[in-house]
């Protein structure tokens, strides 16, 4: 026998879901503010979506997916330089996007350590890709840019969300990209 049809739409309640977590992280979220948020009963987030970790799980998937994604587009561009000032730019604008809540849920939940080491170890792909085309000194230390730059990027949530203003989070931009190296000067020509 099936069980009565859905009165609600899942990808919607979903996206309220993601916008509640990431409004309060996980612990700070309660079951009543999720079925509040997402317009449903509690029988029926259970029903959809399993309890709440399993609920926080399938959010953490969605909003990864979808920082991941912007990560990626970023190092595709032709410089790490470039990568790196892209993936900050944007993190300043929507950290402090004022029709999003403000920070970053990755970059703030405790929970989500293994997402954020999957910004890391693309940061460091980009970084070691960068020193193989001779785009940046081959004596950088990839890990540690890659990890500097995630501790830069969390500071940047934590900021948007203690309040700073846009322009204050994208000066902190500003100034981490100038810790990224300049490409290595080429060789000066023999002399005559």
Do not use: N
Request: proline share 8%; net charge negative.
């Amino acid at each position: 026998m099936a069980g009565r049809p859905r009165s609600f739409d899942r990808g919607t309640a979903l996206a309220a879901a993601v916008e509640q977590f990431w409004r309060t992280g996980y612990e700070g979220t309660s079951i009543s503010a999720l079925v509040r948020a997402m317009g449903i009963t509690p029988p029926s987030l259970y029903a959809a979506f399993g309890d709440k970790a399993q609920l926080f799980g399938e959010v953490a998937e969605v909003y990864a997916a979808r920082t991941l994604e912007g990560v990626d587009q970023a190092c595709a561009l032709p410089t790490v330089r470039e990568a790196v000032a892209r993936m900050l730019d944007d993190t300043a604008r929507v950290h402090t996007d004022p029709g999003t809540p403000l920070g970053c849920l990755l970059l703030t939940e405790p929970r989500l350590d293994g997402q954020r080491d999957a910004v890391r170890r693309r940061l460091v792909d980009r970084i070691e890709r960068g020193i193989a085309d001779g785009d940046v000194p081959a004596d950088v230390d990839a890990g540690a840019l890659a990890s500097f730059l995630v501790a830069v990027m969390r500071g940047m949530s934590g900021a948007a969300r203690d309040g700073a203003s846009a322009e204050e989070v994208h000066a902190v931009a500003r100034t981490a990209l100038a810790a990224v190296p300049a490409p290595p000067a080429p060789p000066a020509p023999p002399a005559p």
